[in-house]
């Protein structure tokens, strides 16, 4: 049975919604005036440990970041 069902315009332009959040939630950040701006921009960074796995035992974590730079 076929769905007559609208699409999801940012499905139908082949994006995932991560890809559709994070293309708007850029937009709003530079869209807003200072102080805030700045303050949007540095909650953007993300940091976060990578733990790679030997013999099953987990090896020294090591801390990343990842920023839109």
Not at 7 to 22: C, E, H, K, L
Not at 35 to 53: M, N
Request: proline share 6%; charged share 25%.
């Amino acid at each position: 049975m076929a769905s007559n069902a609208a699409v999801p315009f940012w499905r139908a332009a082949g994006m995932t919604y991560i890809t559709y959040s994070n293309i708007c939630a850029n937009l709003v950040r530079n869209c807003l005036k200072e102080p805030y701006k700045t303050e949007a921009l540095t909650r953007e960074k993300v940091h976060f440990s990578v733990t790679k796995w030997a013999d099953g035992k987990p090896q020294k974590p090591t801390l990343r970041t990842d920023t839109t730079e």
